[in-house]
C-alpha cells in the first residue's frame, strides 16, 4: 500500500475530502474490511486504522501502535473523518 505524503493520519483523509491520500472516498455503508479508515480523536487529533464493521452506533477499527499491539476497538460513529475504498488505492 502506497504511504501518504506524512505520518500523520489526517493525511489518510482521501483527496477528494481535502485529504492527501489517494484513493476513492465512501460512505459508511459501502465500506468493507480493510478498507482505510481516518478517526477523530479530539482537537487536531485523528486515528487511522482499517475498517472492521459497525453497528448500533459504533464502528469497529483494526489498528496499530494501540498499546504496543495491534487490536479492534470500537469508535463512535460521529468520530467518523473519511473512509477510502483500498481497491482504489
Known sequence: MPTAETIRA??????ENGGL????????DEAKEGDIIVL???RNMYHVG???SHDK???V?????QNNRVKESNYLESALVDIVDY???
Open 10 to 15: 489526517k493525511s489518510y483523509i482521501g483527496e
Open 61 to 65: 477499527v483494526r489498528g496499530g501502535n
Open 87 to 89: 481497491d482504489s488505492i
Open 50 to 52: 482499517t475498517y472492521v
Open 40 to 42: 477523530k480523536r479530539g
Open 57 to 59: 452506533g459504533f464502528i
Open 21 to 28: 491520500f489517494k484513493g476513492t472516498s465512501i460512505l459508511l
